[in-house]
């Protein structure tokens, strides 16, 4: 099915289905992301959170279904048109997967090296701002992974996801491992790069801080598809069964009194 191209759409996804072998992990899935918008991807263990977030970035083609990107068909793309949308995108992967035998510059130069255009004497500069961005001090950036923190390695790794400018930020469980102040600030973090640079940003998580408080939008997956989309508090008064086990939980009631007696927020 073609899908007519939005330019307040980053993402437009239509029938979605990924199948491995007998298993089928999505079917008929739907999503769109808003230009701007922070929208958390979440749902219960073998939702197919992290397969969605692959097919999104064209690391995984689905079997059917079709897909726009910042208003292009991104699956009948050409290989060079792929590559021209890859780089429009700045993804953070779960754990950080920064190279290890490489220091946190040197992480950030080689994707400056390989696909930027900038002359060789920019390109320290250009990393170190990333790394600035990314609330790192400048004394990291000649440190290895193993000599990080976690909440320094996903910095790390969001300096690098920034490091060519992207449009659509990509985050797979950025604050996983993270204590809870590291986390908030991470989210923090986040919001105020969204506003700074004009980012549209996507992340799967199961941080329920992250959720009511670092999103706009929660797309909830179930059912092999996006059952709902909505802010935190609407989906936490939605009957599906799915969303009231999810957002009905003990863990969840602080939030849900918190969004009650402050209705426009979630």
């Given at each position: 099915?073609?899908?007519?191209?939005?330019?307040?759409?980053?993402?437009?996804?239509?029938?979605?289905?990924?199948?491995?072998?007998?298993?089928?992990?999505?079917?008929?899935?739907?999503l769109d992301?808003?230009?701007?918008?922070?929208?958390?991807?979440?749902?219960?263990?073998?939702?197919?959170?992290?397969?969605?977030?692959?097919?999104?970035?064209?690391?995984?083609?689905?079997?059917?279904?079709?897909?726009?990107?910042?208003?292009?068909?991104?699956?009948?793309?050409?290989p060079a048109?792929?590559?021209?949308?890859?780089?429009?995108?700045?993804?953070?992967?779960?754990?950080?997967?920064?190279?290890?035998?490489?220091?946190?510059?040197?992480?950030?130069?080689?994707?400056?090296?390989?696909?930027?255009?900038?002359?060789?004497?920019?390109?320290?500069?250009?990393?170190?701002?990333?790394?600035?961005?990314?609330?790192?001090?400048?004394?990291?950036?000649?440190?290895?992974?193993?000599?990080?923190?976690?909440?320094?390695?996903?910095?790390?790794?969001?300096?690098?996801?920034?490091?060519?400018?992207?449009?659509?930020?990509?985050?797979?469980?950025?604050?996983s491992g993270?204590?809870?102040?590291?986390?908030?600030?991470?989210?923090?973090?986040?919001?105020?790069?969204?506003?700074?640079?004009?980012?549209?940003?996507?992340?799967?998580?199961?941080?329920?801080?992250?959720?009511?408080?670092?999103?706009?939008?929660?797309?909830?997956?179930?059912?092999?598809?996006?059952?709902?989309?909505?802010?935190?508090?609407?989906?936490?008064?939605?009957?599906?069964?799915?969303?009231?086990?999810?957002?009905?939980?003990?863990?969840?009631?602080?939030?849900?009194?918190?969004?009650?007696?402050?209705?426009?927020?979630?």
């Open positions: 099915m073609a899908i007519p191209p939005s330019t307040d759409l980053i993402v437009q996804a239509r029938g979605l289905l990924n199948r491995f072998g007998a298993s089928t992990v999505h079917e008929g899935l739907d992301v808003p230009r701007g918008c922070i929208m958390a991807l979440v749902g219960g263990s073998g939702s197919g959170k992290s397969v969605l977030l692959r097919t999104l970035t064209l690391l995984h083609a689905p079997q059917q279904g079709s897909l726009r990107l910042f208003g292009q068909d991104a699956l009948s793309a050409s048109q792929r590559i021209r949308l890859h780089l429009r995108m700045g993804i953070l992967f779960q754990g950080g997967a920064l190279f290890t035998g490489l220091t946190v510059l040197e992480n950030i130069l080689l994707v400056l090296r390989e696909h930027s255009a900038l002359r060789p004497g920019l390109l320290a500069d250009v990393a170190m701002l990333k790394l600035g961005l990314a609330g790192l001090p400048a004394d990291a950036a000649h440190k290895y992974p193993s000599e990080l923190s976690g909440g320094m390695v996903k910095r790390a790794a969001l300096a690098r996801a920034l490091a060519l400018d992207p449009e659509l930020l990509v985050l797979d469980e950025p604050t993270l204590d809870p102040l590291g986390a908030a600030d991470f989210d923090q973090l986040i919001g105020q790069l969204r506003d700074l640079l004009g980012l549209t940003v996507l992340q799967a998580t199961h941080d329920l801080d992250s959720i009511w408080h670092g999103s706009d939008l929660v797309a909830f997956l179930a059912r092999r598809k996006v059952l709902a989309v909505g802010r935190a508090a609407e989906l936490a008064e939605r009957a599906e069964p799915e969303l009231v086990e999810y957002f009905g939980g003990v863990r969840s009631k602080p939030y849900r009194r918190g969004a009650a007696g402050h209705p426009g927020g979630s």
